[in-house]
């Protein structure tokens, strides 16, 4: 099947913990995206890449990285400077990198991270 | 930065209404995106707008991309329980090179018994 798959689903972290969470799409779609979405709210942009090996910070970049060495894949990395890292995460993917119209965007299912 | 105000925030509607809900910016877009979000799952595309003016329709689901390419507005006809969720719209702006997609707030829709 075609499509964006996020893992694990739900993941556990301790303080102080770096933990990473996966994105994978076949999609062949060449930008990709994570989201942070809180409880109740809408969604925010923490890291996007309009193409392999090239990324730019979102809107909440801080304490959160990301690397795009496969066309393919777009990990995002929780770190233990992300204080507040409690919530349901977002990766999506488009067709196009470069801009212009007709641009859709498509999720993935999702990843729950919670600190204990 | 730009913004996109979504209305209602939420609705509470009984079972065979229909619904309508609507956003709106002061810039410009040349894509209008409507999504529905089940809880704990991500939000799936409904209706894809890329011209001034389209009125397009899925099943029940009707959006429109506004004449001034400021707004748009979606419609779902005789709700179902099915219906139940968050709808979100999202914008592309004209020459936005990083492909940078906004999103509006969501309109968190109830049907009630």
């Known amino acids: 099947d075609g499509g964006i798959t996020q893992s694990p689903k739900y993941l556990f972290r301790k303080e102080g913990q770096n933990v990473t969470l996966s994105c994978e799409q076949n999609l062949n779609h060449d930008a990709m995206y994570w989201y942070r979405q809180d409880p109740g709210q809408g969604l925010r942009l923490i890291y996007y890449s309009q193409i392999v090996n090239d990324f730019q910070k979102g809107d909440i970049a801080e304490g959160y990285s990301v690397s795009r060495e496969k066309k393919e894949s777009f990990p995002l990395t929780v770190t233990s400077a992300q204080k507040n890292p409690t919530a349901f995460y977002l990766c999506?993917?488009?067709?196009?990198?470069?801009?212009?119209?007709?641009?859709?965007?498509?999720f993935g299912e999702g990843s729950w991270l919670t600190v204990v | 930065g730009q913004q996109l105000n979504q209305s209602p925030q939420s609705m509470f509607i009984q079972e065979g209404e229909d619904v309508s809900m609507n956003c709106t910016s002061s810039?410009?877009?040349?894509?209008w995106l409507w999504y529905k979000q089940d809880p704990g799952e991500g939000p799936v595309l409904l209706i894809a707008?890329?011209?001034?003016?389209e009125l397009t329709s899925n099943g029940r689901l009707t959006a429109q991309f506004g004449i001034t390419r400021k707004d748009s507005f979606l419609n779902i006809s005789a709700s179902i329980p099915s219906d139940v969720g968050i709808y979100f719209c999202a914008g592309q702006l004209p020459g936005n090179r990083d492909d940078k997609i906004i999103f509006g707030k969501g309109t968190r829709l109830h049907i009630l018994p």
């Open positions: 999506a993917s488009s067709i196009s990198g470069q801009g212009g119209s007709g641009n859709t965007i498509y």
């Open positions: 707008l890329y011209k001034a003016g």
């Open positions: 810039s410009i877009f040349n894509t």
